[in-house]
């Protein structure tokens, strides 16, 4: 796992972002982390080229896309028959009735999808799945196949 090193301008790019959108809290903490690195991307090729409010305009458009995303593939995920937690994080935490959640993992993992199944007794049967890109999301479905 590689370690973002924002420089201060991408900084400042995401304060106004979460300031102008009133993102402040502790459970939004996730969602801020995921912006850094959104800044940090933007800022290598726009900063010097466009006025700065475009830029926090395309980190709230690409914040919304981040959003429909997980909305969408949550919805899939019900369609299937998962349980869908709600979630504010660049993840979904999902459980299905009738199937064991290591046994999901272990026949997607088989397929090169790659989900995190937790040991611990309160979450022994949730998935955490990240919202990545639509592709890898639809390999996702694709990987549970009829379940």
Do not use: C
Not at 52 to 77: E, K
Not at 94 to 108: I, T
Request: glycine share 6%.
């Amino acid at each position: 796992m590689s370690v973002i090193r924002a420089n201060n301008a991408s900084k400042v790019l995401l304060f106004f972002f979460l300031h102008r959108f009133r993102w402040r809290t502790q459970a939004d903490l996730g969602s801020q982390l995921q912006l850094l690195a959104i800044a940090h991307h933007l800022n290598r090729d726009l900063v010097g080229r466009f006025d700065p409010r475009y830029l926090v305009y395309r980190l709230a458009a690409i914040a919304g896309r981040f959003a429909v995303d997980a909305q969408n593939h949550a919805t899939q995920l019900q369609a299937k028959g998962f349980e869908v937690l709600p979630s504010a994080a660049n993840f979904i935490f999902a459980r299905h009735p009738q199937h064991d959640a290591a046994g999901v993992a272990a026949k997607l993992s088989e397929q090169g999808v790659i989900v995190r199944h937790f040991k611990q007794e309160r979450i022994a049967q949730f998935l955490r799945i990240s919202i990545v890109t639509p592709e890898q999301n639809q390999s996702l479905i694709d990987g549970l196949g009829d379940l």
